[in-house]
């Protein structure tokens, strides 16, 4: 049998080598596990305290994982990758001004470390210190010319304060010096469509996909800024990597750059329509995402369950401490596979992903008690498309008010509220949507 135990005759290297195997392939309680024992040998081990730190973070114990990462720098104060991280838990937590002095000593103690530098810029961008984060860019850049990374990063200053020629030009510099980087190629597309170039925007993603046939980002972008081919649903596999890959500037990006206002409306809309939180309710958050509708839905959930294709947003929403269960799956079919489950379903800015929206919202009302409430939002399409939903060029989805209203009824709801709202700022402009709120009726 293999086991912790009959790993014990290990010497300390090979128990922390097998450790983080089991970290690096997902194993989080047992790569803690092994951790605790090492510690158990020798209670100073500073890797090990700084890994068990990092585990216990994923695994939704950020408070004990940054203790525990204190305590290794305490042991080893003149590593520079212990406050790296450390800086990274505290970003991702959105408490900047840690994540600065963590991050500001990292580079105290490796002056010379071009990735060091590119997040101090990443900290100082997302703190609205632009000059300072040009200059930890250069730093970065200076250190390693073909630091890849950087110059993205600086394409993503120079669209954030409005240049967004200049951040082309960091784009195009970034595939310069990597013909396949994912990250320049999406950004390049984005930027043209923002500034509406949609064309040059359709034939950056055909570019990448004459290079990349079954990218799933490639493909679905194309679909979208070119009209051809277009998915009944974003397919599941760019869902998934997409969001992987934007779990951890999810938050700071949605909150802090495009005014996010769907958790909040979702919420609002809840309180209007139920009584008051006593943790009486089974909630499911649908396409959960980081969390971020988590903590507000906590004060009415006896239990609140999680679902999202992504791994790294589950990883991210495990970190917020209120989910009692966190699922990695399809939506719709996780709703059918739940049935008469749910007192509330709630789905912040997750059905702009399907079309369609007959199956889906049918898979929710089969998912919820009689009785039971749905709260969802969708972008909103103008009337004089004159279709019932589209996709965009950004990829996702928007919905006619009629189709809204035959989705629900087809599911035998009655709808509570259908409001017309500003889910949050893209380019610069509001993103309408609609809140709506609909009651299971059998």
Known sequence: MTSVAAKAEMGIDEALQ?????????????????????????????????????????MGRSDEGVALIEQAITVEPNYAGYFNNLG???????????????YQRAVALNEDNADLHNNLGALHKAQGQ?????????????LNPRHVSAHNNMGLLYAEQGDRTGAITYYIKALELLPGDSSARRLLGTTYYAMGRIADAAEVYRQWL??????????????????QGVPDRAPDD????????????????????????APQLCADLLAQHLPSPQHQYVMLDAGCGTGLCGPLMAPWAKTLAGVDLSRGMLDRAQTKGVYQDLYKAELTEFLKLSPRQWDVVLSADTLCYFGDLIDVIGGAAQSLKVGGTLVFTVEALDDAAHKPHQIQPHGRYAHSRDHVIEAVSRAHMAILALQSVILREEGGKPVPGWLVGARCLN
Do not use: K
């Not at 004459?210 to 009209?227: F, K, W």
């Not at 760019?238 to 206002?261: C, I, M, P, T």
């Open 130 to 142: 632009f000059a300072q984060a040009q200059s930890a860019y250069e730093r970065a850049m200076a």
């Open 238 to 261: 760019y869902v998934e990597q997409a969001f992987d890959h934007f779990a951890d500037s999810f938050e700071s990006v949605l909150n802090e750059r495009l005014n996010y206002q």
């Open 88 to 102: 990274n838990i505290y970003m991702g937590r959105g408490e900047v001004g840690q994540a600065l002095r963590a």
């Open 18 to 58: 097998y450790a983080i195997d089991l970290h690096q392939q997902g194993s989080l309680e047992g790569a803690a596990t092994v951790y605790a024992r090492i510690l158990e040998v020798i209670p100073d081990h500073p890797d090990a305290l700084h890994l068990l730190g990092m585990a216990r973070h994923q």
């Open 210 to 227: 004459d290079q990349e046939p079954d990218h799933p980002t490639a493909r679905h972008m194309y679909a979208a800024c070119s009209g």
